[in-house]
């Protein structure tokens, strides 16, 4: 493929960086990029249920042999919806970790940014605002927190 794109949250699911970042290598054409869109992983990290408006990290920021769980009875897809309680497994991999298996798996880095914003509000109890294209940020906390990674990544000709 001439571009491999990998959308928000779907890193979370994968147990192995670097099995994922050796594929995505094996399936790009000499020249072809990767375009990766995430959530970034310290964001990941924060318990998203506190409502004391405390940033509290509750999860592994790198990536752990075993999953960490979570249990909820909703989904992000429609907030109002409400099914029986269900487990959900997850990874974390940190920004390091992530660069380092792109890099190991040969391409080269063309592109890494962090941001204070992101498209949806991951933090609700925490008086996010949104704002300029309709990007959330940590009303006045915008530095604390990174929200969104964006990386860009070619195989060599």
């Given at each position: 493929y001439d571009i491999v794109f990998t959308g928000v949250g779907a890193l979370v699911w994968l147990p192995d960086i670097?099995?994922?970042?050796?594929?995505?290598a094996e399936l790009l054409n000499p020249g072809g990029v990767l375009v990766l869109r995430e959530?970034?992983?310290?964001l990941?990290?924060?318990?998203?249920?506190?409502k004391d408006g405390v940033l509290a990290v509750r999860y592994p920021y790198f990536e752990t042999e075993v999953p960490f769980d979570e249990e909820s009875d909703g989904t992000y897809a429609d907030p109002e919806a409400k099914?029986?309680?269900?487990?959900?497994?997850?990874?974390?991999?940190g920004v390091g970790e992530?660069?380092?298996a792109l890099l190991d798996a040969g391409l080269i880095?063309?592109?890494?940014?962090e941001t204070k914003r992101c498209d949806w509000e991951p933090l609700p109890h925490h008086s996010m605002t949104k704002g300029d294209q309709s990007m959330w940020s940590l009303e006045g906390r915008e530095e604390l927190v990174p929200m969104m990674l964006a990386?860009?990544?070619?195989?060599?000709a």
């Open positions: 670097r099995r994922w970042a050796t594929i995505v959530m970034h992983p310290m990941y990290t924060i318990d998203d249920s506190r099914f029986e309680p269900a487990k959900s497994y997850c990874w974390n991999h992530i660069v380092q880095l063309e592109r890494l940014e990386i860009r990544a070619r195989k060599p």
